[in-house]
Every structure is written in C-alpha cells, then in structure tokens.
C-alpha cells in the first residue's frame, strides 16, 4: 500500500510495457530463484526468496551471480 499525493496514473505510468520474457523461476532446495537468461549459455540470478536467513548470506546465491545453464541441467530443481 502506497501513502502518496502521486495519482496513479503518474506513479505506474509505463507499467505496462514492462516485459518478463527473458526471466523465469527455478525452484531448488526450498528456495525459489527467479534467473534472467543473458546469453546462449549463461543465466544470472535477480532475486532469492527463501525461508532461511542463512541462504541470503551465501555466495553462490548471491543476485548478479551468473551460472552456465549446463550446471542447471543437472540440477533436479522444478521450473514455473
């Protein structure tokens, strides 16, 4: 909820071209990870939603981390 003197009209003004073609969710370990597809070969994390504080804390899931997609191949993870 937002506590604003902006109208609508102004504050969202262009939400609709906004696009999420290139991102999509992988599910992993109770962690969910929306990834955006760079190249060919290569994906980057956005964001992490996750129940445990420690998952926030580590590296290799840290937003801006690139992954090569052969090593999500062999990840049994769940996309939607």
Do not use: A, C, R
């Amino acid at each position: 909820m937002y506590y604003t003197i902006v109208p609508f009209e102004v504050l969202y003004q262009g939400i609709d071209k906004i696009t999420n073609d290139d991102k999509f969710e992988l599910k992993y370990e109770d962690k969910i990870f929306t990834l955006k597809k760079n190249s060919n070969d290569e994906v980057e994390i956005v964001s992490i939603f996750s129940t445990n504080p420690y998952d926030y804390l580590n590296p290799d899931f840290m937003p801006g981390k690139k992954i090569k997609i052969q090593l999500l191949k062999g990840l049994s993870g769940e996309l939607f």
